[in-house]
């Protein structure tokens, strides 16, 4: 399989088709090799629209989703985001790819540490992975121009909220276990203005401030 044509062909019919418009994030999806960050069985499917499994009944986004994301942070270079739920470590190198600092926190450790490597093999040495509750955010590396989180909640962690900079966005799918809203929060002094970007579905945000299981 020519890897390099299928995600021109993703560029084309994926994003592009349906109104990504961002050269960075383009580019970035452009550059990311996603068949390096599923298992070789799957890598045939590695550029189709669909999300796929990764272990830990745990999935890695369709490209859509992650460069529509990607595109409504509002990234600009140097700025430190906080990514909850690392995953494979896609949506890692997608945001170190639009020039970025990336903290990133995953529950799973053996996903957790298979990223952490993926990443440094790849060279994305702009990235750190822990192992965490997410739902809690990162105290000690706040505040974040950014925060992404790759996981429903069944409502907003307020830990999050509060590790947001002043024009910090916040995107997190909220609502019930198979079905949410995207929402994106800007923080401008106290309050947080909020817009709803579309219904989605992501696996379950799990945590103190999250679900329970």
Known sequence: ????????????????????????VLRAMATVRRHLFIEEALSGRAYSDCSLPIGAKQTISQPFMV????????????????EIGTGSG??????????VKVYSIERNRTLALQARQRLESLGYHRAWVRVGDGSLGWK??????????????????????EQLAENGRLIIPVGEAHNQVLKKGTKKGET???TDLGNCVFVKLIGEQGWSC
């Open 1 to 24: 399989m020519d890897y390099a044509v299928a995600r021109q062909r993703m560029i084309a019919e994926q994003l592009v088709r349906r109104g990504i418009t961002d050269p960075g």
């Open 140 to 161: 000690d590396k706040a505040p974040f121009d950014a925060i992404v989180v790759s996981a429903g909640a069944p409502t907003i962690p307020l830990p999050l909220i």
């Open 67 to 82: 460069a529509f994301i990607a595109e409504a942070l509002e990234l600009k270079e140097d700025q430190r985001v906080l």
């Open 90 to 99: 896609y949506q890692t190198a997608i945001l170190v790819e639009l020039g």
């Open 192 to 194: 947080i203005h909020w």
